[in-house]
């Protein structure tokens, strides 16, 4: 019980934000649907292409919705020099905005298409304008249904807006995926409990709004609205401005699994001692985090050199480590504007790994050797590394033909091996669990695994910033493997759990740095 109210004190900060995005989403939703849809009721041709649109966006997951707008954005922003941003609230905003077209254009459809014929020849016959028909007559008899719509989009924005942390945007969906990936349920619990309720609240507010326009109860709808708009302004009270924190404020981005969590925290430990004021990104995917990065969203993240030589720079030959790591920073540097402040230490490698029993069984020590029993086995793989450039360099150098892939999270990967709905796992070398659970890591003979240390990186403006710097340097070289595996496995075994932030305490007085 306690790991729970510890949990709902993270809430109102990202209930704050999460608030504001639903409620811009859903505004500015009504504000498109409603001109369509009036417009729409008096044309079929229109009504065809608009509620067809909306429909069509329906079909799409909110997930990849979101995730679409962040290319589309940083195109756009090249295209015309920058200053869009591409990560955050505004690919949120828009995405959210779409999804919420639907009920409400459809309902107000139905509602204006749906009226007696007889009230609208009363209203000719007195000669109102199509203007004072509409204001007077059609909009009043319609509300109820529009409302209806504008309800059901509050709820679906509600839920979708969870999903925003995949592109940055801070929300209640924060609690949720850190707490799946570290295998929290304290914290699901409570960004779900906390979305559902809100969702729940704002169902009861509009639902009031709805039955005092149909029932014809004025003090029922305005002390609905009342109640909702107070609602809204409390709960993004965490947002109002409170005085500048300037370039002091920074902001540490993370991808989506337990290391990434930890080292963030690690860092903004180091620049809170150096008097910076830190917020947190959390669960950025690979394919966002580095353009988040060099277009200023964030200032600060731990990479992967394999990552970047491989996804960013399109390399596909296997350099010396510390050659690769030079001309990462190089790249970096004279293309992006983005620093690099060193190597942590450690590497974190694509490695496949199985159970020692049957890979000793089979004789299984390398890649080569599972190309021949790979026919008749599953590989588990982490959400992106089969659309990843490291794996098809894999299967070029080894022709392996699985009987099945399945991506997993990180986390459940490792209980897919050990339940034995996966036979092989694409594990990370500076796991924790790959010495807990005696794994057997099979052998790279052919070099087409690139290496994979961990390599800390920062914004453009902040690479020439010499305090800033200065307070990560001491991580620098600083981390050796053993440390960040018993580290990780902290965080990611199944009893005596440590949060990321009891974890990055812990890594830090294990390296001789002083920790909060």
Known sequence: ????????????????????????????????????????????????????FASLVQTVPSLALLALFYPLLLSLSALVGGGIPALGFLPSLIALTLYALLPILRNAVAGLQGLD???????????????????LVEAPLAAPVVVAGIRTAAVWTIGAATLSTTVGQPSLGDLIFAGLQTQNWALVLAGCVSAAALALIVDALIGGIEQGIRARRRWLWIASAAMLVTGTALATAPLWPRGGGGDRTVVVGAKNFSEQYILARLIGDRLTRAGYTVTYRDGLGSALV????????????VDYAGTIWANEMKRSDVPERTKMVADI??????????????????????????????????????????????????????????????????????????????????????RALQSGKADVISAFSSDGRIAADTLTVLTDPRHAIPGYDAILMVAPARANDARFTAALRPLVGRIPVEAMRTANYQVDRDTDKQTPEAAARWLASKIGLPSS
Do not use: C
Not at 117 to 135: C, E, F, I, Y
């Open 290 to 301: 580095f353009g988040a990065l060099s277009g200023g969203d964030i200032d600060v993240y």
């Open 1 to 52: 019980m306690s790991a729970f109210l510890d949990a709902l004190t993270r809430v109102p900060p990202l209930l704050a934000s999460h608030v504001l995005l639903s409620a811009a989403a859903l505004l500015l939703g009504v504000a498109i649907s409603l001109p369509l849809a009036i417009w729409s009721a008096r044309n079929a041709a229109v009504a065809r292409v608009a509620l067809g």
């Open 117 to 135: 014929p007889a009230v609208s020849q009363a209203a000719d016959a007195v000669g109102m304008t199509p203007a004072q028909k509409l204001r």
């Open 329 to 414: 920073g190089a790249w970096a540097k004279s293309t992006h504007g983005v620093g690099l402040v060193g190597s942590l230490g450690f590497e974190n490698a694509y490695a496949f790994a199985m159970k020692a029993e049957p890979a000793r069984r089979q004789r299984i020590a390398s890649l080569d050797d599972l190309v021949k029993a790979a026919p008749g086995l599953t590989l588990g793989s982490d959400l992106e590394f089969l659309e990843r450039p490291e794996w098809a360099a894999v299967k070029r150098a080894y022709p392996l033909r699985f009987a099945r892939t399945t991506p997993y999270s990180p986390t459940f990967m490792y």
